[in-house]
């Protein structure tokens, strides 16, 4: 879907002011030239469209930017870095309008890109309780030693209800805001 408002292109062209080569980069950060078009590219194409990123001159700003914070980061934490860098940059490639190298009105590529950003949060926030609720379950096993049957049946039901009620406020939550969405979209 293109565009005939001239701000975003004017907000694109301040991504494409600047272009590095993969040698450039790899000089400054000490490793090899495949190892910045490939290997670490990868990563930081996760955080921004590739549109932003690279063109046939070189590399971007925004992504000489993305490389030199992706060289500090430990193997261990790339994902999280992922999740961070996107949370931080969105307003970059948000604010442009363009999203997979689609330009789009302001609006749509804020929506898209906050969208994008919102579920990788999530996708790393979902991963942190699931590892958090293994250590819980471990340690459930020690206490459930130190309670009565009855006990933890109480426990058990309550937990059950909790966990009904907040998956009916989540899915009501999620189906209003669905159909007001989409009777905004029809009348519009």
Same mark, same amino acid.
């Given at each position: 879907?293109?565009?005939?408002?001239?701000?975003?292109?004017?907000?694109?062209?301040?991504?494409?002011?600047?272009?590095?080569?993969?040698?450039?980069?790899?000089?400054?950060?000490?490793?090899?030239?495949?190892?910045?078009?490939?290997? !670490?590219?990868?990563?930081?194409?996760?955080?921004?469209?590739?549109?932003?990123?690279?063109?046939? @001159?070189?590399? %971007?700003?925004?992504?000489? %930017?993305?490389?030199?914070?992706?060289?500090?980061?430990?193997?261990?934490?790339?994902?999280? !870095? /992922?999740?961070?860098?996107?949370?931080?940059?969105?307003?970059? !490639?948000?604010?442009?309008?363009?999203?997979?190298?689609?330009?789009?009105?302001?609006?749509?590529?804020?929506?898209?890109?906050?969208?994008?950003?919102?579920?990788?949060?999530?996708?790393?926030?979902?991963?942190?309780?699931?590892?958090?609720?293994?250590?819980?379950?471990?340690?459930?096993? /020690?206490?459930?030693?130190?309670?009565?049957?009855?006990?933890?049946?109480?426990?058990?039901?309550?937990? @059950?209800? @909790?966990?009904?009620?907040?998956?009916? /406020?989540?899915?009501?939550?999620?189906?209003?805001?669905?159909?007001?969405?989409?009777?905004?979209?029809?009348?519009?």
């Amino acid at each position: 879907m293109n565009s005939t408002d001239p701000r975003p292109l004017a907000d694109r062209s301040a991504h494409a002011a600047a272009r590095y080569t993969a040698q450039t980069i790899a000089q400054a950060h000490s490793v090899a030239e495949s190892t910045v078009r490939t290997r !670490w590219f990868e990563w930081i194409s996760r955080v921004a469209p590739v549109a932003l990123l690279k063109d046939e @001159r070189g590399y %971007s700003e925004l992504a000489r %930017s993305l490389f030199a914070e992706f060289a500090t980061v430990d193997r261990r934490d790339r994902t999280a !870095w /992922v999740t961070d860098a996107k949370a931080r940059y969105a307003h970059e !490639w948000g604010g442009a309008g363009v999203i997979e190298g689609e330009l789009m009105p302001d609006s749509v590529g804020n929506a898209l890109a906050l969208h994008q950003t919102h579920t990788s949060l999530l996708q790393h926030t979902t991963a942190q309780t699931l590892a958090d609720l293994d250590a819980l379950m471990g340690q459930l096993a /020690v206490t459930e030693n130190d309670f009565s049957s009855a006990e933890l049946a109480a426990f058990q039901a309550a937990g @059950r209800r @909790r966990g009904a009620l907040r998956f009916q /406020v989540e899915l009501q939550a999620e189906l209003d805001t669905y159909s007001n969405l989409k009777q905004q979209r029809l009348q519009g």
